[in-house]
T-cell receptor, first 109, second 116 residues
Framework: GEDVEQSLFLSVREGDSSVINCTYTDSSSTYLYWYKQEPGAGLQLLTYIFSNMDMKQDQRLTVLLNKKDKHLSLRIADTQTGDSAIYFCAERNDYKLSFGAGTTVTVRA | EPEVTQTPSHQVTQMGQEVILRCVPISNHLYFYWYRQILGQKVEFLVSFYNNEISEKSEIFDDQFSVERPDGSNFTLKIRSTKLEDSAMYFC??????????????FGEGSRLTVL
């Protein structure tokens, strides 16, 4: 079955790094994703990682995947106020995605 | 850049009324989805649609729900007799499986449904 778990809240100081963690259950997931949701807006794909990769870096974003532990993390370097949002981890099962509950990231000055 | 569009952005309805939420997926996409997000909760899968039929649906998607692709561009979600607990943000999404290899879903901005 599919069950994606995330911590619900993260508060970080502007300029510091944010790390958002996620665990998933379906070992057959081929892709894992991070989506961002700003207030009142839809879900925007931030980045993804293929299941045979350990790490993916994309500018300020670093995704780490520990397939053995089914653990996924998103690190945002030099966190800015515009990074304040809800971040959703998602795993792909067949042609649909299963989402976690989302981590609300609050960036404080 | 192509995007998924949804209408209305917000709809208020009385309990028991029928509601139709509309979506225009990205034009060359093949899979279409509805998700919903009750305030403060997880984004939940409702249904996927491919080749003019439902390919998968969740337990939430009971007989009160239906989907349709009435023409080549629109994809609709109908709730026949709304209940208070149907109040949520409904997201439409589309994807192109296989060719992009990454399989990500492209989401619309959502339709907020408030049932009174």
């Amino acid at each position: 079955g599919e069950d994606v778990e995330q911590s619900l809240f993260l508060s970080v100081r502007e300029g510091d790094s944010s790390v958002i963690n996620c665990t998933y259950t379906d070992s057959s997931s081929t892709y894992l994703y991070w989506y961002k949701q700003e207030p009142g807006a839809g879900l925007q794909l931030l980045t993804y990682i293929f299941s045979n990769m350990d790490m993916k870096q994309d500018q300020r974003l670093t995704v780490l995947l520990n397939k053995k532990d089914k653990h996924l993390s998103l690190r945002i370097a030099d966190t800015q106020t515009g990074d304040s949002a809800i971040y959703f981890c998602a795993e792909r099962n067949d042609y649909k995605l299963s989402f976690g509950a989302g981590t609300t990231v609050t960036v404080r000055a | 850049e192509p995007e998924v569009t949804q209408t209305p952005s917000h709809q208020v309805t009385q309990m028991g009324q029928e509601v139709i939420l509309r979506c225009v997926p990205i034009s060359n996409h093949l899979y279409f989805y509805w998700y919903r997000q009750i305030l403060g909760q997880k984004v939940e899968f409702l249904v996927s649609f491919y080749n003019n039929e439902i390919s998968e649906k969740s337990e939430i998607f009971d007989d009160q729900f239906s989907v349709e692709r009435p023409d080549g561009s629109n994809f609709t979600l109908k709730i026949r007799s709304t209940k208070l607990e149907d109040s949520a943000m409904y997201f439409c999404a589309s994807s192109v499986p296989g060719q992009t290899r990454t399989g990500e879903l492209f989401f619309g901005e959502g339709s907020r449904l408030t049932v009174l």
